[in-house]
């Protein structure tokens, strides 16, 4: 059941280094103390600051893909914390704010699992062990060690910016692509674009829990624009803490808003968990 979340959502903490990174310096005056003196050429650098970042993060928003109904077949490859890889065929259905289905499949198309997440609940039928469970969200939440919600996770999967905070503290122009540096109440993330179009290009998490030492890097690529949508259909994952899990994500075919059906039977020989 573990590996299901993994795949999808694990581990998006990281320890970001943020050396060469443009800081925006806002004069302050100290209290008691005589004002700090700003010239008009500092003030034009911070409004020239401020407006990059303004309209980097409004184009980032822009470029959200929105949807009532997203369905995708996906080949997905992990290495897990033992070094051991496996690839499976992934199933994906979601109504937007509603319900995220998700079926894998192994080698030679045998179904293993089955989930059905609700803004509330998460069901699972691991049919190779005959078995049904049922947690609350707040079981995702206690394993990835995230605040991660139903909203959230349908974020990451159609490939939406993920835990962007707009305070924007500082940013990175490099050759195509600019970085913006946010600072959430979790993490911050280290978060990088192409300069023409806005695309994702990686994600970068640091966490703000400095006791902690888990990095994550989220990659996108292979845009696909026919549909009028900026849409990545080759991701990859790279948690490291004190092991590594690498996963990788290749949309084979994918739909928005078409008519979809969420089939969850619970046959009666299955036990609950």
Known sequence: MKYIFIVFAAGLFVFCSCKGTRKIQVAVAPKDTTASVVTPKE???????????????????????????????????????????????????????????????????????????????????DKLNKTYTVRSVGYLQEMTELPLDLHSLQDLLIGNAVFLDSNI????????????????????????????????????????????????????????????????RDRSISVTDKKKVDIRIQFKQYDFNETLSFPFNVPSKYSRN
């Open 169 to 232: 503290v500082s940013f990175k122009k490099s050759e195509g692509a600019i970085s913006l540096l946010s600072s959430g109440s979790f993490f911050k993330n280290r978060f990088t674009v192409a300069d023409a179009n806005k695309a994702i290009i990686n994600s970068k998490l640091d966490d703000l829990d400095g006791q902690r030492s888990r990095t994550c890097y989220l990659t996108y690529a292979d845009y696909d624009t026919n549909n009028g949508l900026m849409f990545s």
């Open 43 to 125: 003030n034009i650098l911070k409004e020239d600051s401020l407006a990059i970042i303004k309209e980097n993060y409004n184009q980032i928003l822009k470029n959200r893909i929105d949807f009532n109904t997203f369905s995708a077949k996906m080949d997905v490859d992990y290495r897990d914390a033992s070094g051991k890889k496996n690839s499976v065929t992934a199933h994906l259905r979601m109504v937007k704010d509603s319900v995220i289905w998700i079926m894998i499949s192994g080698p030679f198309g045998i179904e293993g699992l089955r989930a059905l997440i609700t803004s509330d609940t998460i069901r699972v039928l």
